[in-house]
């Protein structure tokens, strides 16, 4: 059995925690065939941000392939990739990356199970466009036998007290207790300044993101791989759940910011935001900010929309 607490630096299959310094294409070539159960990444966009330079698109996405061919490599035939990516943007014109990295995908034979759009409110104000306030999460299979499994991830019903009206179950409750299916829509917010989460890396996931994935396409004791690793957000999500966590990343920096989130995760003290809690609502929480000072009636107005909200059944 493997050591719980050791951090490695180079891969081996016995290792539960592997954080590679260096290109991911080097580490990809020291993984054997059909070892890891899931791939999760969040490459770089080629938007020149500090981590990238930007290339031509064409050669950025010559670049991606090599990455994913040998991802599909070490990918166990029940295994899932799963690619969230946002827009490359050029010149103000957008290019969603998914649109041009899908044929990548489907040249490699993967079949695409979800397109899931990641929405979330925090992002840049766009002034000659809609402010960007989605990205995607692209789901692939290598097989058509792969591991699902929704009752770790199912989210509270909408009217868990319904029961069926007629037929022969007529009075029993139609819900499952365990919840709904999340659908292919979350809403869970970005990693901004005032998230718990926050390091200095300008683009970090949310725990809770990968969370969903790993306890949905994974079982306990699989691997997790993450070639563009950067804080360590999807070993992080892995370890918690008793997987195995395999990253990859070109700067000492963030291996280093992974290395003590990983430590904490170990130790129990890294903070996160929990699957479970809701979206905060300013209004809904009282917060005095979410009144205008613009509007005489805006206090008013918002207490009366509470009042009638209390009154009305959800909908
Ligand atoms: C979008 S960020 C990923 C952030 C990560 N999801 C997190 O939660 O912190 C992409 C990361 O890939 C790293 N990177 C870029 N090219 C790489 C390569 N060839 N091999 C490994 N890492 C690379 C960048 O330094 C950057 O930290």
Redesign the pocket.
């Known amino acids: 059995m493997f050591d719980e607490l050791r951090i490695a630096e180079q891969f081996s299959a016995h290792e539960r925690i592997v954080l590679?310094h260096?290109?991911?294409?080097?580490?990809l070539h020291s993984i054997p065939d059909q070892s890891i159960q899931l791939i999760v990444?969040?490459?770089?966009?080629n938007l020149g941000?500090e981590?990238?330079r930007k290339l031509k698109l064409e050669t950025y996405l010559e670049?991606q392939a090599k990455?994913i061919s040998e991802c599909v490599r070490v990918l166990r035939d029940n295994g899932s990739i799963c690619w969230?990516v946002g827009n490359y943007v050029d010149n103000g014109s957008i290019i969603p990356l998914d649109s041009v990295l899908y044929p990548i995908f489907s040249d490699l034979r993967l079949k695409m199970r979800n397109r899931i759009i990641w929405h979330f409110e925090h992002g840049l104000h766009c002034s000659r466009r809609f402010s960007g306030r989605y990205e995607t999460i692209m789901w692939f299979t290598k097989s058509n036998d792969f591991v699902f499994k929704l009752d770790p991830i199912r989210v509270p019903q909408k009217y868990p007290g319904k029961r069926y009206f007629k037929g022969p179950r007529a009075g029993e409750y139609s819900c499952n207790p365990l919840g709904k299916n999340p659908g292919d829509l979350w809403v869970i917010p970005n990693?901004k300044n005032n998230h718990v989460e926050k390091?200095e890396?300008?683009?970090?996931?949310?725990v809770e993101l990968?969370e969903r994935l790993v306890l949905s396409m994974t079982n306990e004791g699989d691997s997790v791989f993450?070639?563009?690793?950067?804080?360590?957000?999807?070993i992080i999500a892995a370890i918690r759940h008793e997987r195995k966590g395999i990253g990859?990343?070109?700067?000492e920096k963030?291996i280093a910011?992974?290395k003590e989130r990983i430590q904490q995760t170990l130790e129990g003290t890294l903070k996160t935001r929990p699957m479970d809690r809701p979206v905060y609502d300013p209004i809904r929480a009282g917060n005095s900010l979410s009144v205008s000072p613009w509007s005489q009636t805006s206090k008013a107005q918002s207490q009366d929309l509470f009042a009638a909200e209390s009154k009305t059944p959800a909908n």
């Open positions: 590679f260096g290109d991911c294409l080097e580490l990444t969040s490459p770089p966009y941000k981590y990238e670049q990455v969230q990693v390091t890396h300008p683009c970090q996931f949310p990968i993450d070639p563009f690793m950067g804080t360590g957000t999807s990859s990343e070109v700067f963030y910011i992974a």
